[in-house]
């Protein structure tokens, strides 16, 4: 997303819109590594640690008081709670999403999709996400949990 994000000819206020929609990137591992990166930085920026101290991330996060970083989860859970909202309405992106496309793919490795993020997330099939989407009080319990157990692993 970087050619995007620095082309000039986008306005700034646009660019930075962007970026707060998070709810609609595919995460892969590298770029869950980069955007951890980036807040591990910006709490170093924030809190004033040089990188030449070398801290460990761990006694950063402690110093300023957290357990684990935040930024990630955030990104989950406004993915999982955007695709409860986009399957329970009838709208484009629904269409968009369970739309398919004819023809034959290219060579290779398959990318990761949006709807794999989710079933990675849920670690549900995605048929089953569909069905307890629908109902939004589940879906919440389903997004709280998921998070939870994701939470303690780190």
Excluded: P
């Excluded at 700034?12 to 980069?34: D, V, Y």
């Excluded at 709807?115 to 997330?121: F, K, M, P």
Aim: net charge positive; charged share 35%; proline share 0%.
């Amino acid at each position: 997303m970087s050619k995007l994000l620095t082309n000039r000819r986008i306005s700034f206020a646009t660019r930075s819109r962007l970026t707060k929609c998070c709810e609609t990137w595919t995460l892969n591992a590298s770029l869950e590594r980069n955007i951890e990166a980036l807040e591990m930085w910006l709490y170093r920026r924030m809190a004033r640690i040089s990188w030449k101290e070398k801290k460990k991330n761990k006694e950063v996060l402690e110093e300023i008081g957290l357990k684990h970083s935040e930024l990630l989860k955030t990104i989950k859970t406004r993915q999982l709670a955007y695709y409860g909202h986009i399957r329970r309405h009838q709208s484009l992106q629904k269409s968009i999403m369970e739309a398919k496309i004819n023809g034959k793919r290219q060579r290779g490795r398959k990318r990761k999709s949006w709807l794999g993020n989710i079933e990675e997330t849920t670690t549900r099939r995605i048929n089953e996400c569909c069905e307890v989407a629908l109902d939004r009080e589940e879906w919440r319990r389903t997004i709280a949990s998921n998070l939870w157990q994701e939470t303690e692993q780190r």
